[in-house]
């Protein structure tokens, strides 16, 4: 007797959906929402060809940058320090104030109620833009590095406590049920049983949060929150568009050797 032939089956591409007319509708969605997003910002074609025209200009001015002024160059400078100290003192205070917030967010760790309160905390920082916080603190503590610290020491607690949470979560629990198993306290658990585990993660989100906070404190200065943004914004302002590119190519100089700096400090702790 002729063995059955088996019905030849065909390989199809798996989907995210649930078939394929609910794909296409949400295909057809999103082109609708380009499209009325588009219209509702009413692009037109003059309005492109103007803004091209201004940019011209506007690059034009820029081009040579100023570097001959001694006076500018103090202001540069003193601006570019006070932007480099900003970062430094928030991510030191950041990770600080984070390090418990993110042992409280850890679900693996923490009660219920602490676990709750942590990601309350996280997502209450990660709410809101630096420049929101830099605003209200200068209207706290007035014009100044102070008020730029502490929009960025803010905004590092929702970043640096949210991953380092996660990476407690993912710790192995038998170092820490080995240390717990010798009697030692609550404390002494976090201290031998799961700070070892995340050491290395914690010094490298730390040189991380760092290199963020240099680039972003030459933005919070613009709302009057100290760094080089306040000089920034003065020499746009005065339509001193030369010295305005001299600050923008310092700014990349001191991101791109922050970032080198942080590419190798994490290098050498991997």
Known sequence: MATEQQPRREWSRPTAFYNHYVKWAVYAAIAVFLVWSAWNMRISLDRIVTGWGAAVGLIQGMVPPEV????KNDLLIEGLVESVAMSVIATIVGVLLSIPVAFMAAENIAPKPVYWT?????????????LIIAIIAV???GIGALAGVIALSYKTIGFFAKLLAEEIEDIDTGQMEAVEATGASRIQTMLFGVIPQVMPRIVGLSIYRWDINIRHSTIVGIVGAGGIGGTLLNSFDQ?????F???ILAIIAIVMIGELISTYVRGRIQ
Do not use: C, P
């Open 239 to 243: 339509y001193d568009y030369d010295f």
């Open 245 to 247: 590119l001299t600050i």
């Open 139 to 141: 209207k706290a503590v």
């Open 118 to 130: 942590g990601r309350g905390i996280i997502t209450g920082s990660r709410a809101l833009h630096e």
């Open 68 to 71: 001959t002024t001694q006076f």
